[in-house]
């Protein structure tokens, strides 16, 4: 399995600039590139990247996606004087002409290849390319938007040529709609794009009817170009994830890509004076995460816009130290998306329904529109969505933006990844060198000591000394996690609740304030969970006897389906989201008896939780499966993707139980909203 992170930057790029005075290109500078890196060195990431040199895209390679006029015309400019390039410029909406532009493009074009090729070859995981001028909104006959070429469209391109790939995934979380991809592949079935973006009913540019929500592509595209348009400025880390939620993700693992491109744009973050957005740098390890979770982690993350210095540094650091798989950062801010971001989720889901299995059962049946439903309280739409601490930056916001970064960046603590994880004695049978090399033995918790802790809060549980032996590796993987010497752990038992049950009432012990656990099979066992410090997922097989779902104790009766993994549409739309929203300091993933899902949605939990409570996840495992242990271990590890099985989509009375449970605590968890009709 491949392994390692790309990082692609060469300072030639920064040497296309603005001539003559164009305030709507003014920001499209340099500096953009030289800081991202240099805030990349200080956080000495570069240090831990493979470092990949761009290179030229060939005239051919160009060709893939733009007119032989249009490169033409491009590279005539090289020997332009400023009089020329300001008025070949001037054919194009919001693009600039140097005279090393054409050469900057290039390289813009050649290092998203090389990155590419880096990934395909196996010779990196995933990577980086720090590059100028940005693609998305270049045109097959025309440059846009400060882009000349399309690097990621040709990316795309270049990599179905050369390695054959069938299902591409672009996913474009730049704030401005890149009409330039979506016009390239919208009648490409191959090739699925995603993009949201500001648009405020029309009114921001590109202002085009095309970037609406009802654009899901053309003839055989159908359904392969997704629009999610943000209508209000403000938007914040929980309008973003609620996006990923309950439109791309399900879609993304529905389409299963060989290969995921990212058009990163970062000025859909706080500060950015183009966005007006309110997300912080946090949020894009997060998106980033998910995104790895992919593909097998084939992830190609290729820079577009950004015009906050500052914010566009840290988010790109976000970004590398995610794909070099260190743990999340906590997502800060209330998670709850605004009432306008949860319209636009809507109304795309409504649009996509005819295209998409997992959307099949989900009755979004009719388009909402706020505005028949405001009309009363109709508000000018450009106020912000919702007020927050950091107010959007005006002329003079700028330095407040740059100290709330700059003490926000102080808070978000980095856990520095230890050796990522622990594990009790393996039985002999697993193969030593299967288990990521850096897997802990650790030794058995003293008996005494063991029978005084257990005994305290659990006199019922001190049974044969064989419990009492499993609780004690429990637990001693449990101290380390607390005491953060690793990140995550696996503890095997013979009697998985009784193991979670000291583990639970351990951490509470420990101080932490909230701990999410997550039970999978038959458990008698369910501690009290009132306090709301703790908040317990049980996914089994039947009615759990007299149990109803509350807010703190859900039940979810799944057996998955015998042909593939039809778990996606209850972790993406039901367990990640209320997750996200309790934003537990500590996961706890159990296995025991009759378990009801595969190895493979097994999987699918731990790799798509892995970005809450700093990925301090304890796994407890009673099934003595030996490969479920070590799949376990491999996703706890992070070292390999694991393969989460053939998409099946769920059956109607699956999805019903899915949307009664999510009308019955949207108002608890608030990440479950993804439509305003029921309840709100
Ligand atoms: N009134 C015209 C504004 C044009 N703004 C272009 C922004 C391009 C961003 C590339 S990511
Ligand atoms: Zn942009």
Request: hydrophobic content about 40%; proline content about 5%; some cysteine.
């Amino acid at each position: 399995m491949a392994s390692g992170t790309a990082l692609i930057y060469d300072e030639a790029m920064t040497r296309h600039k603005l001539l003559w005075n164009d305030p709507i290109c003014d920001i499209e500078v340099p500096e953009r590139l030289s800081a991202s890196y240099e805030q990349l060195q200080c956080y000495h990431l570069v240090e831990r990247c493979i470092p990949v040199p761009a290179r030229e895209g060939s005239e051919e390679e160009i060709l893939l996606v733009h007119s032989s006029e249009h490169l033409e015309a491009a590279k005539s400019t090289q020997a332009m004087n400023e009089e020329e390039l300001k008025r070949i410029s001037g054919n194009y909406d919001s693009f600039f002409f140097h005279p090393n532009t054409y050469h900057c493009a290039r390289l813009a074009v050649g290092a998203a290849l090389q990155l590419v090729d880096s990934v395909m070859s196996g010779k990196v995981c995933n990577g980086m390319a720090l590059v100028r001028p940005p693609g998305h909104h270049s045109q097959r006959n025309a440059a846009n938007g400060f882009c000349l070429f399309n690097n990621v469209a040709i990316a795309a391109e270049y990599a179905k040529l050369k390695y054959g790939l069938q299902r591409i995934l672009i996913v474009d979380w730049d704030v401005h709609h890149g009409q330039g991809t979506q016009y390239i592949f919208e009648e490409d079935p191959s090739v699925l794009y995603f993009s949201w973006h500001r648009y405020e009913h029309q009114e921001f540019w590109p202002s085009l009817k095309e970037s609406d929500y009802d654009a899901v592509g053309l003839g055989k595209g159908k359904g392969f170009n997704i629009n999610l348009p943000w209508n209000k400025v403000g938007m914040g880390n929980s309008d973003y994830l609620a996006a990923f939620f309950h439109v791309l993700l399900p879609m993304a693992f529905e389409f299963d890509p060989e290969l995921v491109l990212v058009s990163s744009g970062y000025d859909s973050g706080i500060g950015d004076p183009e966005g007006q957005m309110n997300a912080t740098p946090e949020v894009f390890a997060h998106l980033t995460h998910f995104l790895m979770q992919l593909a097998h982690g084939k992830l190609c993350v290729i820079l577009e816009g950004g015009y906050h210095l500052r914010s566009l540094s840290e988010s790109v650091c976000m970004t590398v130290r995610t794909l070099l798989r260190d743990p999340l950062p906590q997502v800060t801010g209330e998670m709850a998306p605004c009432l306008s971001a949860i319209e636009s989720i809507q109304n795309v889901r409504a649009a996509h329904k005819p295209y998409w299995k997992w959307l099949t059962y989900e009755d979004t049946s009719f388009l909402h529109n706020l505005s028949t439903k405001s009309d009363l309280v109709k508000t000018a739409d450009t106020n912000p969505c919702r007020d927050d601490e950091a107010k959007i930056t005006d002329s003079n916001g700028t330095d407040r933006i740059e100290r709330f970064l700059e003490l926000h960046m102080k808070n978000i603590v980095f856990p520095v990844p230890p050796i990522k994880t622990a594990t009790t004695e393996l039985k002999a049978s697993a193969d030593p060198n299967t288990f990521p090399v850096h897997l802990h033995v650790v030794k058995e918790m003293d008996k005494n000591e063991l029978e005084a802790l257990v005994s305290d809060f659990h006199a019922d549980l001190v049974e044969a000394n064989k419990t009492l032996l499993f609780l004690g590796s429990t637990l001693t993987i449990l101290d380390k996690i607390l005491k953060k010497e690793v990140c995550s752990g696996i503890a095997e038992s013979p009697a998985a609740s009784a193991s979670v049950a000291v583990a639970l009432r351990h951490s509470l012990h420990f101080g932490f304030q909230r701990v999410l656990c997550i039970f999978v099979g038959d458990t008698d066992i369910m501690p009290s969970t009132e306090d709301g410090k703790i908040l317990i997922i049980h996914v089994c097989k039947k009615e759990q006897t007299g149990k109803s779902s509350s807010k703190h104790y859900v039940v979810l009766n799944w057996k998955e389906d015998a042909d593939g993994n039809d778990f996606f549409s209850a972790v993406l739309g039901f367990i990640l989201p209320v997750a996200y929203s309790y934003q537990p300091n500590l996961i706890i993933i159990a296995v025991g008896a009759n378990r009801s899902l595969g190895i493979s949605g097994i999987s699918l939990i731990i790799g798509l939780l892995q970005g809450l409570a700093e990925s301090r996840i304890l796994a407890v495992i009673e099934d003595t499966d030996i490969n479920l242990m070590q799949s376990v271990a491999k996703a706890l590890a992070g070292a390999s993707m694991p393969h989460f099985g053939v998409h099946v989509p769920p059956t109607q009375e699956k999805v019903n139980q899915i949307k009664k449970l999510r009308n019955q605590l949207q108002q608890d968890w608030k990440m479950l909203q993804c439509s305003v009709n029921d309840g709100i």
